[in-house]
């Protein structure tokens, strides 16, 4: 009897623990609502919580665009250069290298270790790709009598991918406010990045210029313009990978806070960054379970991207891995017997902060075997849970899906709010209003966009026949295609 009566718990326990993820249709309302609001606070005000940062790009490709543009991408581990031919028929062919930043450029004394290697790849780059069009431009220069200035028709213009926080103040202005992701090179902090990189590049006298700033939300945005079926104008770029954020084209009668720089305002509109991480970091309305109290308590930043810490890539494996741990806990509840008699568990990656990835979460939802034999292989090999028994991936898998469901149902919160605010579905008929979305969690996670669409479905003033126009496609390359986009946007501005 003892032994079902602990079975009997095991289970009962890991339904409680579902159901404080639960995330009703209520919920998701309330939440569109309280998005909404935050929104437009950010169209009016600088310092609040979605910052809603102009972009200074004002118009979204339509697939015809042609031409030869190059892009390059800092991200945090490497450095990729690549140049883009939009062939003007949505398609478009795609040259790249990529390469490791060396960690002691990441830390160098001076910007200009770093930028200089930048500019050295992008020589490389020229050399091995665009042999032709490089020497050409080497003849030309040296017949010249300035390496400034020149009119070159063969000049790349370039879109410049940096994904740390910078303030903009235009299309291809913008100064560091920190370094993040192991960077730290105090010099850069305040200067212009699209400056450093272009005098470096000047420097070693390349045809190219420093076109545009670009945010991978912006970038995936473009992507997914140009590419989209039906040459449909897309609305929102949507990242759901390591952390998340979107960007949005929004009427510029709408954007009331003082923008610094020049632009073009004949569009009538302008593509916002939202930085949507920190949605309601005042937890007005997000859930907060234990779990994730604890999660965000122990962050290096606790308050701060509160939405961020319940939908990303980075921080959902934390949250099942918290969730799980707390149900090892409980006295009544058999969980993970093998662990119980080694004195070394402590060590186990599950008791480790960060100690599960979230692509574990994918393979729960994707077994659907009755023995979960592939989820029990993954727990023994990614977290060194020797024979789980089917009861014990049963709950884990339960969990799991209940932190992968709730991260859906926001994620509809953003994108529904964002669809509600641009009048689309009214404005149009049948038109679809099309969004690209780039990201692990939203590429593998199994149907993560259907349980978008199940809450997208719930929400008032969308509904059925709002989420049935609603396309969330897949846009990969934004820091490719997407900058080189927003280059040929840029050069057209001038
Ligand atoms: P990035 O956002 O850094 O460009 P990705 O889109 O690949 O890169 O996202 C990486 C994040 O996604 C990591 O936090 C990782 O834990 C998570 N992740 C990777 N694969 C999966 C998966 N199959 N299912 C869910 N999450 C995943």
């Excluded at 140049?83 to 028929?89: A, I, K, Q, Y």
């Excluded at 470096?200 to 995936?220: C, F, M, Q, R, Y």
């Excluded at 574990?360 to 023994?380: G, K």
């Excluded at 679809?432 to 990201?439: F, L, S």
Aim: a negative charge.
């Amino acid at each position: 009897p003892a032994p079902t009566k602990m079975a009997n718990s095991l289970v009962e326990e890991t339904k409680r623990i579902v159901a404080q993820f639960d995330y009703t249709d209520d919920d998701v309302n309330k939440g569109v609502r309280e998005f909404l609001r935050q929104m437009n606070e950010g169209l009016r005000k600088d310092g609040t919580s979605i910052s809603q940062i102009p972009t200074y790009v004002t118009g979204v490709p339509n697939g015809t665009e042609k031409g030869l543009y190059m892009a390059v991408d800092l991200g945090g581990t490497n450095f990729r250069v690549c140049s883009v031919h939009l062939n003007g028929d949505t398609t478009f062919d795609l040259t790249y290298s990529k390469v490791a930043i060396p960690k002691e450029l990441m830390v160098a004394k001076t910007s200009k270790e770093l930028f200089g290697f930048l500019a050295k790849q992008i020589e490389l780059f020229l050399k091995t790709h665009h042999e032709e069009h490089f020497e050409a431009h080497v003849r030309r220069r040296k017949s010249s009598k300035t390496a400034e200035g020149y009119e070159d028709e063969n000049v790349f213009q370039l879109g410049f991918t940096f994904s740390f926080p910078v303030q903009q103040f235009g299309i291809n202005k913008g100064s560091l406010i920190r370094w993040t992701k192991g960077f730290d090179i105090p010099d850069t902090v305040g200067k212009d990045v699209c400056a450093l990189l272009q005098d470096e590049i000047d420097l070693l006298h390349l045809p190219v210029k420093v076109a545009a700033l670009v945010n991978d939300t912006v970038g995936t945005l473009m992507a997914r313009s140009y590419a989209s079926p039906g040459k449909t104008a897309t609305l929102i770029g949507a990242i759901f990978g390591t952390g998340t954020n979107g960007a949005y084209v929004e009427k510029i009668t709408n954007l009331q806070k003082s923008v610094d720089g020049e632009y073009d305002k004949s569009t009538g509109e302008m593509v916002i960054n939202t930085e949507w991480g920190s949605f309601d970091n005042q937890l007005n309305v997000l859930p907060n379970t234990p779990y994730d109290a604890k999660l965000d308590q122990d962050s290096v930043n606790p308050g701060i991207q509160i939405f961020e810490k319940r939908v990303s890539g980075m921080f959902l494996g934390e949250i099942v891995r918290l969730a799980v741990v707390s149900l090892y806990e409980k006295p009544n509840v058999s969980l993970f017997k093998s662990l119980s008699s080694n004195s070394n568990d402590e060590q186990l990656p599950l008791f480790q902060q960060w100690g599960l990835d979230s692509s574990l979460m994918s393979i729960a939802a994707a077994d659907t075997t009755p023995e979960l034999s592939t989820l029990r292989q993954e727990l023994d090999s990614q977290l060194q849970i020797r024979s789980a028994s089917v009861e014990d991936a049963r709950a884990f898998k339960d969990i799991a899906y209940a932190v992968g469901r709730r991260a859906a149902r926001l994620s509809a919160v953003a994108l529904g709010g964002i669809v509600i605010q641009s009048g689309r579905l009214k404005e149009t008929k049948d038109e679809p209003v099309d969004i690209g979305a780039d990201g692990s969690l939203v590429e593998h996670y199994p149907l993560f966009r259907d349980m978008i669409y199940e809450a997208l479905r719930s929400i008032e003033g969308i509904g059925a026949e709002g989420a049935e126009r609603i396309r969330i496609g897949i846009a990969r390359d934004g820091s490719g295609v997407g900058a080189a986009l927003i280059a040929l946007v840029a050069a057209g501005m001038e």
